[in-house]
């Protein structure tokens, strides 16, 4: 969720989903991290940790709820967003990413649990996860990476932080908004509003902090 980058892969990525190639290389590797070019600059590690988020979301197992699908991708997109943050806490300068960082970094380890404790609650048998839900999940990562910003763009830490958690963010909230129209399971559904409100808060921050810096 490869191998171009993520601001020039936008067709292939679509034309990825619809085909459904989702097999992997004998080394793993996610079909939608990029390949590592020797002679190309340095990756910015925020974009290094979301190559290592996506590999984590390729390979969980779906296909068996819209409730399990939707918690085993997003238990890693919740640890890629605490790699983020622990990084942004030890090398940012500004106070107000650095405290934001803090804030994300607590509010996603409590998450964290608790989606691991319910994942234990979830019933294992297959059901009929609907076809459409697969189609707009597989759509909210095209689009979080193709908001992606370009390695070369990122040179100061907490601008970077802060533009790549921006669409790391609201994949989570549109993560949320597609199980919501397909579960009734009271606790996802409760979970979901969690994330969107939270995140959607956040993202207004780092919008602030970017259009002042």
Not at 144 to 165: K, Q
Request: aromatic share 8%.
């Amino acid at each position: 969720m490869t191998l171009l980058p993520f601001n020039n892969s936008k067709n292939f990525l679509l034309a990825f989903f619809i085909l459904g190639a989702f097999s992997l290389n004998a080394q793993h590797t996610s079909p939608h991290v990029r390949q590592k070019n020797t002679n190309a600059p340095a990756q910015n590690i925020f974009i290094t940790m979301m190559d290592t988020m996506m590999i984590g979301m390729d390979e969980a197992e779906i296909g068996i709820s819209p409730e399990h699908d939707f918690t085993v991708q997003m238990i890693p997109h919740h640890q890629g967003a605490l790699e983020m943050a622990a990084y942004e806490i030890e090398h940012g300068k500004n106070f107000e990413m650095i405290q934001l960082a803090k804030s994300i970094q607590a509010e996603q380890r409590i998450e964290l649990q608790q989606m691991k404790l319910y994942l234990k609650k979830l019933p294992v048998d297959r059901a009929d996860t609907p076809k459409e839900y697969k189609t707009a999940m597989d759509k909210s990562m095209v689009v979080m990476m193709d908001d992606m910003p370009h390695s070369s763009e990122l040179t100061d830490v907490d601008i970077a932080f802060a533009r790549v958690m921006i669409p790391h963010h609201q994949a989570a909230v549109d993560m949320a908004k597609v199980v919501l129209q397909f579960s009734k399971d009271q606790q996802t559904i409760a979970f979901a509003k969690q994330i969107i409100s939270a995140e959607e808060i956040e993202i207004e921050q780092m919008l602030s902090f970017i259009n002042k810096n």
